[in-house]
């Protein structure tokens, strides 16, 4: 019994390490204590709403949102605004329609069934707008990359000036987090560089903060409800399990063996 | 097999299990005479069941919601992931459901090698399980590539590749393969029926590989014949049944944490990265369970002989029980190949390790040794040890202690006497 817990720790331990062993060579990041971690790890409502406004002021203008639907923000587990807030967020972008009954593409204010509205129309034209790069959608950006919301929350500090011995191209930046150090976006966070209306004052590391947590509820719109489920799928199978060895015990019992 | 005179008690259940003689099936499966001293490796077989029917019901599921095609499959996965009620719950159970699934069959395969199960009568079962596995493998790595994500698609294109090293024919058939000249969308559709086909073969499968066991009977812990029913046994219902269900309630504990809590740990950041066949990731590397066959394969220079390495190393389970020479199964009694044994886990272990490092330099070179190491095991040590060994004695009965009377025993102390 025990040994059989101890090798199934083993081959766990070596599973999970097998897919970290890659960040492993890397700096080591930045660390914050997020909110969502945890058995019981919710989101902080406040930091979400200043999240979204931190992407919709700085990153929308060239990281689309493809997944996301304004709908979510008002939705349960994510950064509940109000629905009022919501329709008026949605409303606060033009949506291209149609074809109409005459056959015309037409604009309209956003509804709450909208897909977050794209900054480029493909990819083409957001890689000209870039020289050449193309700002990755960001609706799962932090499950896409090896160090999560850690990474994240690193490269928007990361910036500094190129040691002397690294040279940088035109439009290339220097970033200590970065895999091979070389970024095409420029800082795009600095002190005050937004205005918090809830009065939170915008350092870089809490905007940093704010919208990378904004970024992993983007990418697990359900987290709350997994932990909270968890939670109780957990007790319930420890509660059960145990019932089921006593059980086994006495049935057992009429044998003259060991279980 | 001994139940066939079983007769229902009423008139109706009678003149129905006459006609289609499923109360029999019934009434074998709960009196099935089981070895009491099973311990808790042998309750993987439970669980594996219940990994291939969580899999199968929650890719039906899945399957409904999901949209075989390059455009669609990645967005048609976030849809699941965001909109579709539970669909993360679903996907998070099938996505580490097959991390669970290979963590069980690893437990199995090495619970069967270390008791012997694999020898005479089971060679069968043994054979059907090893086509289960490749089976398996085969699921699991087209499973991969539907979400469509850079893993997906390169994992695919390298995996898919390997049949062009097959002389004259290569190129044809990895065309073939692909409907087209690159990983596209015909290749996607073709892996989603297949990965939609296999587990049902797998189900087929897995009632022979039980009927085949049902023939025999278990194997045990001390790994000899015992006699059915007698002291030595227990009915299947309730005392295996009870034993199997608090194991894979333990299992099940393990599989949730993994859902709710770390559901993305097994797998790899690139793959919600959706496919783009210009971008090429730093390192393709497959699943972790997929690990030991890719470090043989890389570790070979020449590509022919990566994937004939590769194959072999899976195939060579098949005639396992020829290659192992011991009349003895458990290696309860074999000191020497108990030994081997942890070493040939350890190997795998480390093949594993570096089968997710870049094929080079130290890797590159303990990964040739591992290699070696695995053939060595299989063709050189598992022959001659069956001669050579100096066995322990072995009881007559699993309630009975070491008599002298013993067959075993008295086979064990010839060979001593050779060996001195």
């Given amino acids: 019994m025990k040994s059989l817990f101890k090798l199934l720790s083993i081959i766990i331990i070596i599973i999970a390490s097998n897919s970290y062993s890659f960040a492993a060579e890397k700096v080591e990041y930045l660390k914050t204590d997020w909110s969502f971690k945890g058995l019981f790890g919710k989101f902080d409502r406040a930091s979400l709403q200043r999240g979204y406004q931190v992407y919709t002021e700085v990153c929308a203008s060239c990281h689309s949102m493809k997944y996301l639907s304004y709908r979510n923000l008002a939705e349960p587990g994510g950064p509940e605004f109000s629905e009022v807030q919501a329709k008026a967020i949605a409303a606060s972008f033009e949506v291209t329609d149609g074809p109409n009954s005459d056959g015309e593409m037409f604009t309209r204010p956003g509804k709450l069934s909208d897909k977050f509205v794209m900054p480029y129309d493909n990819v083409k034209a957001a890689q000209a707008a870039n020289g050449g790069a193309y700002p990755p959608d960001m609706s799962v950006l932090v499950k896409a990359r ?79 409800a997994r932990h909270q489920m968890g939670f109780k799928a957990i007790v319930y199978l420890i509660i059960l399990t145990v019932l089921v060895y006593f059980s086994m015990k006495k049935i057992w019992s009429r044998v003259k063996s060991e279980v | 097999m001994s139940d066939h005179d079983y007769r229902p008690k009423s008139k109706v259940g009678q003149w129905f299990n006459d006609r289609l003689p499923l109360l029999t099936l019934a009434n074998h499966l709960t009196d099935y005479p089981t070895p009491k001293n099973l311990n808790y490796w042998w309750t993987f077989g439970g669980i594996l069941t219940f990994c291939l029917i969580t899999q199968i019901v929650t890719g039906l599921t899945l399957a409904m919601h ?51 199960s694999y020898k005479s009568p089971r060679e069968i079962i043994w054979i059907l399980g090893i086509i289960i596995y490749l089976l398996m493998m085969a699921a699991a790595f087209m499973g991969y590539v539907l979400p469509w994500g850079q893993m997906s698609f390169w994992g695919a294109t390298v995996i898919t590749n390997l049949f062009s090293a097959i002389p004259l024919v290569g190129e044809g058939i990895v065309t073939w393969l692909w409907g087209g000249y690159s990983v596209d969308n015909p290749t996607l559709t073709r892996f989603f029926t297949l990965h939609y086909l296999i587990p049902f073969l797998i189900l087929g499968l897995v009632v022979l590989h039980i009927w085949a066991l049902h023939v025999p009977g278990n194997n045990n812990p001390v790994g000899i014949d015992i006699k059915k029913p007698s002291k030595d046994t227990v009915p299947f219902h309730p005392y295996i049944v009870i034993k ?83 009349k003895i199964r458990s290696a309860v009694f074999r000191p020497l190949y108990k030994q081997f044994y942890w070493i040939l886990v350890a190997d795998v272990l480390i093949l594993g390790y570096v089968g997710a490092m870049p094929a080079e330099g130290l890797y590159l070179l303990i990964a040739r040794v591992a290699t070696a190491y695995y053939f060595l095991h299989f063709l050189v040590i598992l022959p001659v040890l069956g001669f050579k060994e100096k066995t322990l004695p072995v009881p007559l009965s699993i309630t009975e202690p070491v008599l002298g009377g013993s067959p075993n025993l008295a086979a064990a102390r010839n060979k001593e006497s050779k060996i001195e």
Avoid at chain 2, 70 to 98: K, P, Q, T
Avoid at chain 2, 279 to 301: D, G, K, M, N
Wanted: charged residues 15%.
């Fill in chain 1, 146 to 224: 090896g160090g999560g919301v850690d990474y994240i929350y690193s490269l928007l500090q990361g910036y500094e000036e190129a040691p002397s011995n690294v040279s940088l191209d035109d439009g290339v930046y220097y970033n200590k987090y970065m895999y091979g150090n070389k970024i095409r976006m420029a800082a795009p966070l600095s002190d005050g560089l937004v205005e918090y209306g809830d009065g939170t004052n915008a350092t870089l590391e809490q905007m940093s903060k704010d919208v990378t947590t904004f970024l992993m509820w983007s990418a697990e719109p359900h987290l709350e």
């Fill in chain 2, 66 to 116: 999901y949209i075989a095609h390059a455009d669609m499959a990645f967005e048609s996965v976030e849809h699941i992931m965001r909109d579709v009620n539970y669909g993360w719950l679903i996907r998070y159970i099938h996505a580490n459901g097959a991390s669970m699934f290979f963590l069980a069959v690893y437990i199995h395969i090495f619970r069967s090698l270390f008791y012997g």
């Fill in chain 2, 244 to 326: 199997d269900g608090f194991a894979l309630l333990m299992f099940m504990i393990v599989f949730a944490f993994f859902v709710f809590y770390a559901p993305n740990i097994l797998g790899h950041a690139d793959n919600y990265i959706e496919a783009n066949p210009m971008v090429t990731p730093a390192h393709i590397v497959p699943e972790w369970y997929l690990l030991p066959f890719y470090a043989i394969l890389r570790s070979v220079p020449d590509k022919l002989l990566g994937v004939v390495a590769m194959l072999s190393a899976i195939l060579i389970l098949a005639v396992l029980p020829w290659l192992d020479t011991s």
